[in-house]
């Protein structure tokens, strides 16, 4: 049985195929979008990844299942990865995107939710996706917006097949600074206040950092009219994992782009991890964008369309382990 629902829903719009599918990840069932350009032979392809609060899988905030921890969307959001998507669609290159764990269509819970649980599902997602016969498993990219650079990092430095890193307004050094820096700068300019989520996880940041540095499993947090159990876990590996220290294992052609207005992880998050890039023998582009915040919201088509040709310039193809050459091979046979 193939790793995807059998009941997808397929749409044809222009030159692009998209289906709405659901995959496993562990014990639980994912809800995910593939996007997949019309070409003949197999397509190069990239895991779109987002970041950490809870999104949905086009990018934007998870609305449709954490309705009260947002404010009303005003009409004119779009999700960075829907627009990333779409962009390297135009490029030949088909996305896969996925509501995370506990938000959208997903099953789980996102408060109780790990790093490393994360990581594990963006490689269910890859591992789903190389049972596609449409895709090229030799030519594949992995993507993450903000914290989710920590996930993909990881990811593609245990599989070799991955062969282009793209990074959306990372953070470079530990979790812990990143929070505490975006908080004064969120204190500063009131970016992203009007959410309550995002209200309350500043309004007790250092209760949070604390209780996580002790180890403690979870903290009551009061999001608008709702008491939430937050758990610690991924916040304390994040303070011990920072994406610096995993950029110097990374050997692979990376692409950055980080807005200057960016309340969340400052751009000289980006600076760092191109210089520590560089050290490790990588030639990465960092792509910089005036006036623009961590979401790339106000990014205009051009400068997506800028970061989604770059990377798709890097999807290069790599030498394929056993495992993976033998599913090619049936998909060939198939």
């Given amino acids: 049985m193939r790793p995807w629902d059998q009941t997808t ?103 109780a939710t790990d790093l490393f649980t994360r990581i594990d599902d963006a490689r269910d997602a890859i591992g789903a996706m190389r049972s596609r016969p449409e895709l090229d498993l030799r030519r594949c990219a992995i993507v993450g917006h903000g914290e989710g650079a920590g996930v993909v990092i990881s990811a593609a430095i245990a599989d070799p097949a991955i062969g282009a890193v793209g990074l959306i307004g990372p953070s470079a050094r ?75 294992m990374l050997h692979r052609n990376v692409v950055i782009a980080h807005g200057s207005a960016d309340a969340w992880a400052h751009p000289d998050e980006s600076h760092l991890l191109e210089a520590v890039l560089r050290e490790s023998g990588n030639d990465p582009l960092l792509q910089e964008l005036d006036g623009v915040g961590h979401d790339l919201a106000a990014a205009d088509d051009p400068a997506v369309a800028e970061f989604a040709g770059a990377l798709a310039e890097r999807i290069e193809p790599r030498e394929l382990p056993p495992v993976l050459v033998a599913i090619e091979q049936m998909g060939l046979d198939g």
């Fill in 9 to 111: 829903r397929i749409t044809i719009e222009r030159v692009t195929r998209v289906e709405e599918l659901r995959f496993r990840a562990g014990a639980l069932t994912f809800a995910a979008t593939l996007t997949l350009p019309e070409a003949d032979g197999r397509r190069p392809w990239a895991l779109l990844v987002g970041s950490w609060l809870p999104r949905d899988r086009d990018g934007g905030w998870d609305r449709s299942r954490h309705a009260g921890w947002f404010a009303p969307a005003d009409g004119a959001e779009h999700g960075i990865l829907a627009r990333l998507a779409g962009a390297l669609a135009e490029r030949g290159v088909a996305t896969l995107r996925y509501d995370p764990r506990g938000c959208g269509e997903s099953d789980g819970s996102w408060e």
């Fill in 174 to 248: 530990s979790l812990r600074d990143m929070l505490r820096r975006g908080v004064a700068q969120r204190a500063r300019t009131g970016t992203d206040h009007e959410h309550p989520i995002v209200e309350a996880i500043d309004r007790s940041a250092e209760e949070l950092i604390e209780r996580a540095e002790r180890r403690e499993p979870s903290m009551p947090l009061r999001i608008g009219e709702e008491d939430l159990t937050l758990g610690l876990a991924a916040w304390e590996q994040g303070f011990h994992t920072p994406v610096l220290a995993l950029a110097t």
